[in-house]
């Protein structure tokens, strides 16, 4: 229940930042969708290959619907996984933006080829 709460605030998170530089607003949220769920998925292969060595009988007994302390850092980590994706593509849209004016003042003065 936690992980929909985050997914769907991790949506709206980076909606939110594409809005903001006029990017497409669907495809930045299915961005940190997929984000979440990726490092979802690989903390969970992670930790059961290292249960799975370090202990093979407790394979039998793991319960994926209750909140442990395994599950409490994943989300952690994950939300940290989404937030510093997000700051990486903040930066690199203010590049973008403080590249754009030079490149169209560049441009005065020319005569369009369509003339």
């Known amino acids: 229940m936690i992980g929909i709460f985050i997914l769907i605030g991790a949506y709206r998170y980076y909606a939110q930042l594409?809005?903001?530089?006029?990017?497409t607003k669907w495809q930045y949220g299915i961005l940190a969708i997929g984000i979440y769920l990726g490092s979802q998925i690989i903390l969970a292969m992670g930790y059961v290959i290292y249960k799975g060595m370090t202990d093979p009988e407790s394979l039998n007994d793991?319960?994926?619907?209750?909140?442990?302390?395994?599950?409490i850092v994943s989300w952690l980590i994950?939300?940290?996984?989404?937030?510093?994706?997000?700051?990486l593509l903040e930066k690199?849209?203010?590049?973008?933006?403080?590249?754009?004016?030079s490149v169209e003042i560049e441009k005065i003065g020319e005569v369009p080829d369509n003339l």
């Open 92 to 101: 690199k849209f203010k590049k973008e933006i403080i590249q754009k004016p």
């Open 78 to 87: 994950s939300i940290v996984a989404v937030w510093g994706i997000y700051q």
């Open 62 to 71: 793991v319960n994926y619907a209750g909140y442990s302390t395994i599950n």
């Open 18 to 23: 594409a809005e903001r530089f006029g990017k």
